[in-house]
């Protein structure tokens, strides 16, 4: 069964504007990574963050870990309409191999 | 990161037969998996292709059907066994690097299974 979930499930803004999507996980975690996938293509990596942190950027990015809530968001700031894309939440888990699973994604619009 | 190539990139097969897709990797790394994303789904991990030894299999996915080699640290197959329509789905190879624990995945192979 799927160890995240994501909302919202699908999101439409307009460009220039900043995304937010949220990621919930039930287990404890090693880290969280998030991806991009564009059109069912391959799975870009943007970003990951350990369980000791708290909040990571990466150019227009920002990720936040709350691991007391086990929750994270992704932020996407100034969006472009080569933002659209659906984007996965993935949780590293401690035990065994620290395999990732996968929430649903949110599937993110962006309106020129 | 890590180079992932995958082959073919896509495929039509006829229910029956089997497929086996082929992931190489640009650089030696520990660890490989295989994913299927079903169509309108995520991600599910279907195993860890060990070098060296038998791959590790997830609850519901079995040898019989997903026969897995991993001869070397940067190759890998994945053979899609008696294929049916609910085979239809991208299968994607991933790799983690060492130390900072990033997980990359390659372009994906996508199946339709008539």
């Known amino acids: 069964s799927q160890q995240g979930e994501e909302d919202p499930q699908a999101l439409s803004i307009q460009e220039g504007e900043n995304a937010t999507m949220n990621c919930s996980y039930k287990?404890?975690?090693?880290?969280l990574q998030w991806y991009r996938q564009n059109s069912g293509r391959g799975l870009v990596h943007l970003i990951l963050?350990?369980?000791?942190?708290r909040e990571k950027h990466s150019g227009r990015l920002r990720v936040t870990l709350d691991t007391s809530k086990k929750s994270s968001s992704l932020l996407i700031t100034a969006s472009r309409a080569a933002d659209t894309a659906s984007y996965f939440c993935?949780?590293?888990?401690?035990?065994?191999?620290?395999?990732?699973?996968f929430g649903q994604g949110t599937r993110l619009t962006i309106n020129p | 990161s890590a180079v992932i190539s995958q082959k073919p990139s896509r495929d039509i097969c006829q229910r029956g037969t089997s497929l086996t897709i082929q992931c190489q990797v640009d650089?030696?790394?520990?660890?490989m998996f295989w994913y299927r994303q079903q169509p309108g789904q995520s991600l599910t991990l279907i195993a860890t292709?060990?070098?060296?030894?038998?791959?590790?299999?997830e609850s519901g996915f079995v040898i019989d059907k997903f026969p897995i080699s991993r001869p070397n640290l940067t190759f890998s197959t994945l053979t899609v066994s008696n294929m049916s329509p609910e085979d239809s789905s991208i299968y994607l190879c991933s790799v983690r690097t060492g130390g900072t624990g990033e997980q990359f995945f390659g372009p994906g192979t996508r199946l339709t299974v008539l």
């Open positions: 963050i350990r369980s000791n942190e």
């Open positions: 287990t404890s975690i090693n880290n």
């Open positions: 993935a949780t590293a888990l401690i035990q065994g191999a620290q395999k990732l699973v």
């Open positions: 650089s030696q790394v520990t660890m």
């Open positions: 292709a060990n070098q060296g030894s038998e791959a590790t299999y």
